[in-house]
C-alpha cells in the first residue's frame, strides 16, 4: 500500500518534468505550444459554454420542482424488481445528467443511511462506475459538431446498466 501512496505522489511531477524533457530535448518550444494548447481549449469551452448551462439549469429546475423526486417514486417499484433500493433511484437518475446534483444526492443518503450502510456503498460505488452519460453526449458530440450520435446513447444505458448492477453486487459483498 505504501508504494501505490508513494507513487501516487510522485506521478504528476514525473510526468510534468518527462513533457517539459522531452520537449527540450526534441528542440520544441515548449512554452509556446502550450499557449497554443490553451488557447484551443478556451476555443472549445466557449463552443460549449451554452451546452452546459443549459444542462445545469435543467438539473437545477428538476430539482427544485419536484419532479425529480416524483418520477423517482414512480420508479421504486420497477426498480425494487431489480433490487434497487429506492434512495438510489434519484441518485441514478440525477447521474445521467450532472455529476455535482448526484454529489448532492449522495451526500444527503450518507447522511440519512451512512458511509459504511449498504445504501451506502452502494451509491458510492454507483458514482464511480457509472457516467454523466446525457452530459458527455452533449458536451463531446456538441463540440466536434456530431449531431447523429447512433448507437451511443443504447451503449451508455447498457454501461450504465452494468455499473448499477457491479455497485449492488459490490456492496452486498
Known amino acids: 500500500m505504501s508504494l501505490l501512496l508513494f507513487l501516487s505522489n510522485i506521478i504528476v511531477p514525473l510526468l510534468l518534468f518527462y513533457i517539459i524533457g522531452f520537449g527540450i530535448l526534441s528542440r520544441r518550444p515548449v ?14 469551452v466557449a463552443g460549449i459554454l451554452p451546452t452546459l448551462v443549459g444542462l445545469m439549469t435543467a438539473v437545477g429546475v428538476l430539482r427544485a420542482s419536484g419532479f425529480l423526486d416524483f418520477l423517482g417514486e414512480i420508479l421504486t417499484a420497477p426498480a425494487a424488481l431489480v433490487h434497487i433500493p429506492p434512495p438510489l433511484v434519484p441518485l441514478l437518475l440525477v447521474r445521467l445528467i450532472s455529476n455535482s446534483a448526484a454529489t448532492g444526492l449522495l451526500l444527503d443518503i450518507f447522511r440519512q443511511y451512512g458511509t459504511d450502510s449498504f445504501t451506502g456503498m452502494a451509491a458510492s460505488i454507483l458514482m464511480s462506475c457509472t457516467e454523466t452519460v446525457f452530459y458527455c453526449i452533449s458536451v463531446y ?3 466536434v459538431g456530431i449531431t447523429k450520435t447512433r448507437y451511443t446513447l443504447a ?19
Open 31 to 44: 512554452f509556446d505550444d502550450f499557449l497554443k494548447g490553451a488557447a484551443g481549449g478556451l476555443k472549445t
Open 141 to 143: 458530440f456538441g463540440s
Open 155 to 173: 451503449g451508455a444505458f447498457i454501461a450504465t446498466a452494468a455499473g448499477v448492477a457491479a455497485s449492488l453486487l459490490l456492496a452486498a459483498a
